[in-house]
């Protein structure tokens, strides 16, 4: 250790004024700090979300950010390229985490749990160009509610998408539809415009850029870079291109060629039956059976559905404009299986909330909306009005941290009690409690509305109570 701090010091000395003024304050690349203003919003989101997993009666777990790279290999098709691999750490093969989807699976494996439902909310990492601008990052969090077990057909996998439209009407952030399709209907389709096997995973992921790119666009990439017939590709552009309802799936039931295929007829089956139970739950409204719906990750197995935010260009449009999706998900029963060393099959449905890309619009909404927002809780500042009170100051806020109340005071011997009072005003502390020589004697304390101006004297032993009843109501 000497050594190499003897080492480290000559370095520095060499490196001398030179090396301090080289030294670059920044956030790496794709990552960033949240103030306490960002932060504010995003608990807001986060309480929403947590509110409604709990609402629906899931546990919550954590798993480590790093995982064995073998864990996450082979689990993402073409996105595998994004995992970010760790030096070799005492023999071990470490990547971090890219989604909570297959940590999960693991989780289930190795505990042999064959019925869960949970939600999990962490960070996740993606070695990406990041776009921040269009919320793409490294570094992410993602919000994720998943129910693993074997179950009737179709119940979890509705109460899914019920989730989404909950969380997505409780944020307010404006209209939305939720793209719905399976991926049976997708491999059944891919059959019968003559895609063989061995191209599927590699079509459907050009099939899922659709919604960044032209029909045109993803025909070439099919044909030139892929190697897939015209032919094939003309026919698979006759299917991506429609979208409807209940009529739709009854339409493709009675389709010559579609109907002839055993995985598209076994998908069209459980989609009907989704959109049963959807208009038992009031929401398909928002809802669109979407042939063009792919999600381009491979371990997808049946429903698949992504929610986007829309917006009308104009009153004369009929067709709604996508501003980007917000959440994702589907049903993936092989996960887990893959990692069992019996094979053992738990089927999941699960869905995930673009945490990152609902934040950036909740902090739009807000700045052109000027609502001042508090970042902190505090309910009362501890004020005096005259001078040598400090010590009163410190008992009273002892009592009231004593007896559960957020409260504060300023960190100095004798504040002026107009600074005290612009404090409050800054913060947005609702309530000041004012002691001075005169209250002291009374056995009072003098409760100020910020807001009002308005003042009371309380009794020392209710102002807890007094503090709780009047700041449960803002």
């Given at each position: 250790i000497a050594k190499e701090m003897e080492k480290l010091l000559e370095m520095e000395t060499q490196l001398g004024d030179e090396g301090k003024s080289k030294f670059v304050l920044?956030?790496?690349?794709?990552?960033?700090?949240?103030?306490?203003?960002?932060?504010?919003?995003?608990?807001?989101?986060?309480?929403?979300?947590?509110?409604?997993?709990?609402?629906?009666?899931?546990?919550?777990?954590?798993?480590?950010?790093?995982?064995?790279?073998?864990?996450?290999?082979?689990?993402?098709?073409?996105?595998?390229?994004?995992?970010?691999?760790?030096?070799?750490?005492?023999?071990?093969?470490?990547?971090?985490?890219?989604?909570?989807?297959?940590?999960?699976?693991?989780?289930?494996?190795?505990?042999?749990?064959?019925?869960?439902?949970?939600?999990?909310?962490?960070?996740?990492?993606?070695?990406?160009?990041?776009?921040?601008?269009?919320?793409?990052?490294?570094?992410?969090?993602?919000?994720?509610?998943?129910?693993?077990?074997?179950?009737?057909?179709?119940?979890?996998?509705?109460?899914?998408?019920?989730?989404?439209?909950?969380?997505?009407?409780?944020?307010q952030l404006g209209d939305f539809l939720i793209k719905v399709n399976d991926r049976r209907i997708l491999d059944g389709m891919f059959a019968v415009c003559g895609v063989p096997?061995?191209?599927?995973?590699?079509?459907?992921?050009?099939?899922?850029?659709?919604?960044?790119?032209?029909?045109?666009?993803?025909?070439?990439?099919?044909?030139?870079?892929?190697?897939?017939?015209?032919?094939?590709?003309?026919?698979?552009?006759?299917?991506?291109?429609?979208?409807?309802?209940?009529?739709?799936?009854?339409q493709l039931l009675q389709d010559p060629k579609l109907s002839q295929n055993k995985l598209a007829k076994e998908g069209l089956g459980d989609m009907k039956l989704l959109f049963e139970y959807l208009t038992l739950f009031g929401i398909t409204g928002k809802i669109s059976f979407d042939l063009s719906l792919a999600r381009g990750l491979d371990y997808y197995t049946g429903v698949i559905f992504e929610a986007v935010l829309v917006q009308q260009e104009n009153n004369q449009v009929e067709e709604p404009v996508s501003v980007g999706s917000v959440a994702g998900g589907g049903r993936y029963d092989g996960l887990v299986g893959m990692f069992d060393p019996k094979g053992r099959k738990v089927p999941c449905v699960g869905v995930s909330i673009g945490i990152e890309r609902i934040f950036s619009i909740m902090e739009q909404k807000l700045e052109a909306s000027a609502e001042k927002i508090r970042t902190t809780e505090t309910q009362v500042l501890v004020a005096s009005a005259q001078k040598k009170l400090l010590e009163e100051r410190l008992k009273l806020i002892s009592e009231l941290w004593d007896a559960g109340i957020k409260a504060e005071m300023l960190y100095k011997k004798n504040p002026k009690l107009l600074n005290q009072l612009q404090y409050c005003e800054d913060t947005g502390i609702p309530l000041v409690a004012i002691v001075g020589e005169q209250e002291l004697k009374d056995g009072v304390v003098k409760l100020r509305v910020v807001a009002t101006r308005e003042e009371v004297d309380v009794r020392r032993e209710s102002l807890a109570e007094e503090i709780k009843t009047r700041t449960s109501q803002t």
């Open positions: 920044k956030t790496p690349k794709g990552t960033r700090d949240y103030n306490p203003k960002q932060m504010a919003i995003r608990e807001r989101v986060f309480n929403a979300i947590i509110t409604c997993f709990k609402r629906h009666g899931a546990e919550v777990i954590d798993t480590p950010v790093f995982e064995l790279k073998e864990t996450l290999t082979g689990k993402y098709g073409e996105d595998s390229k994004l995992i970010y691999d760790l030096k070799d750490q005492g023999g071990e093969l470490l990547s971090l985490r890219y989604d909570l989807t297959v940590p999960f699976a693991r989780y289930l494996a190795m505990n042999k749990i064959i019925n869960i439902k949970r939600y999990h909310i962490a960070k996740v990492y993606r070695r990406d160009n990041p776009a921040m601008t269009r919320g793409r990052y490294r570094e992410f969090y993602q919000c994720d509610f998943d129910i693993a077990g074997q179950f009737d057909p179709m119940i979890p996998d509705a109460e899914c998408l019920k989730i989404v439209h909950e969380i997505l009407s409780e944020l096997e061995s191209k599927f995973r590699t079509i459907c992921s050009s099939v899922d850029k659709l919604d960044k790119m032209p029909w045109e666009d993803v025909r070439s990439e099919m044909v030139g870079e892929k190697g897939l017939s015209p032919e094939a590709a003309d026919h698979i552009g006759e299917y991506v291109q429609l979208h409807g309802g209940l009529d739709l799936i009854e």
